[in-house]
């Protein structure tokens, strides 16, 4: 039996957004266990940038893999995406079974069923289980859906499927106790997004993941099943990662152990991690610095506590600013997500918001107007209050602003909040990155160091560089270089002062400093190449033909030293 697992479009089109483009987790997971099992089972991402036409791309996949089962992972922004694919799939071939899965049917069963005539199946919430014995089911039946399927499938829990005129729900499925019993993703695939948990405790009235993960059973994987799953993927080639649980440090003891791994095992790899301020201390963020973690993103949300409490998260103010002090003193980039346009959101309250991002001092921050999903407390909420139906979806929007079932806020005002956080964090960037205060701790020099460094070529030659928004971007570099060189010799450091000189037209004082980069790091190719571009710019021909030379098997170096050797044959 074939199984196509898709990852649909959403609605906008949004060409620079990398957060589109991403194959669900879940997909890897369940197209894992599935070959695992022994079917033949294949992913098809169609929001990778690479597809330009989606329809198209699944016409073509559906002839070549012929696939006996297609299940879809669903979000509210790929809702029409995935409904449009299913009807060419049942156009194309009828007798294919066709499941949703995911969080929008998870919490819209109606709508969906009654939305889309070819959909066959819902499979709710975690999605392993389910569908392996879904899937044998269908094996069992030869994969055709028939009038008797409803006989196969009832005592499946999990599933919502059509019995005649109406819906037949099998009741929920227990969740999986033991994550570990589940096949490594990476043995058949390569990605860099990884959860070592499912779940939260917290209660989050804007938040999907309390109704869909539960909030009292939070599960894990082992420290060592995701280092193995980290290890895999790092032998792929993959040295960055995006470590995306709800709250990474949740078990303290879990992450602990995990970085003992990483750090004994030495991978050369780096890493993201999502985490709550109220879940920090500095021996555990020293011990994921170590381990390779680079930028720590905690849900701020807002500084006013009345919108804290109806968000359902009231975290002092205070702890975020130490969680947020700690984070850069052990040398990784604090980013806080803030939301606006909340409820009871004011001018004053934004202020507020305001007062406490001059408090954080991020180096890194996103700004979400509060959008709401159903499976979160707000909608819920609002759907009671007859504030809003599903009915809302059959419009042709991603998502549903708060703002749009509130009263007291309007579309140019909660623009107005937005702009005015923004304009906050972008005004203050360069002296917030310029105040970091490192911990004074000898085994984090280096890590201090590359931290410094990073974050000056963020601003020098990233993303900082070219935004307008920032005043005195290499100015901001420069100081941020010389700080790392003052922990550590580092050659990021060097690299970056000998670039910023040469945008700056002073190939002199490059030389200078990469002499010095090279006298710590003499195997450096790529202080040499800049130093020998330093030296071509400066009519030293066989100066800098000496300096590349060791260095020819590389092309990009060999290219200068062709143009080396013409010059010096054309003026011996
Ligand atoms: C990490 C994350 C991301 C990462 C994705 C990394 C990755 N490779 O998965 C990034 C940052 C890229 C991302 C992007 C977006 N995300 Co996001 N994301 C999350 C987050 C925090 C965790 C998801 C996760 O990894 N879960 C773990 C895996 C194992 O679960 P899973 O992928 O959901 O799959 C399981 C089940 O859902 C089910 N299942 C899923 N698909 C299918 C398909 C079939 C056929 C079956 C049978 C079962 C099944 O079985 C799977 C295995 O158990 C969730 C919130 C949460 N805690 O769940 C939000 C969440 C999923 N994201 C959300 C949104 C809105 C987005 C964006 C649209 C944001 C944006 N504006 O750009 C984009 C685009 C996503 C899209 N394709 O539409 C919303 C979706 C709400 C909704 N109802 O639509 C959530 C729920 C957050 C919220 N606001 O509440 N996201
Ligand atoms: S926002 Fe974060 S802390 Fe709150 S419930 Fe969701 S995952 Fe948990």
Known sequence: MKLLFVNPVCLDPRVTDADATVVPQGLYYLAAQMLD??????ILNLAQPSVTDPDSAFAEALDTFQPDFIGFSVTNPTRFSAMSLARTARQMRPQ???VFGGPAPTFMVDYFFSACQALDIIVKGEGEQT???LVHALAGQHGRKDQKNGQNFSRIPGLVFRDGNTLKHTGPAP???DLDRLVHPSRYFTYQHLAMSRGCPGACTFCGSPLFWGTRNVRFHSPEWFFEEIRTLAGKGISHFYISDDTFTMDRDRVMALCRKLIHADLTITWHAISRVDRMDPHLLAMMRKAGCIQISYGVETGSDTI??????????AVAVQAFQQTAAAGMIPRAYFIYGSPGETPDTIQESIDLLMQLQPLGAVFYMLVVFPGTRLYEQAKKNGRVTDEVWHQKIEDLP???MDGHLDFDQVRQFGNALR??????????AKNVKLADDLSLDRFHADFLSRLGMTFSHGDYSTDDRITDPDGTAKALFEKALACHPDIRAFLGQGMLFIKHRQPDPAIAVLDQGLAYFPGSKDLVLCKGICLMNRHRFAEARACLSPFEQHADVRHYLAVCQQHLEAHP
């Open 423 to 432: 304009k906050a964090f972008y005004d203050h960037l360069p002296q917030f």
């Open 96 to 98: 294919t079974v066709i």
């Open 402 to 404: 708060w703002f749009e």
């Open 131 to 133: 569908c392996l014995a």
């Open 308 to 317: 804290k409490k109806r968000l359902g998260k009231p975290i002092p103010n």
């Open 175 to 177: 969740l999986i106790q």
């Open 37 to 42: 099992a022994g079917f033949e089972a294949a």
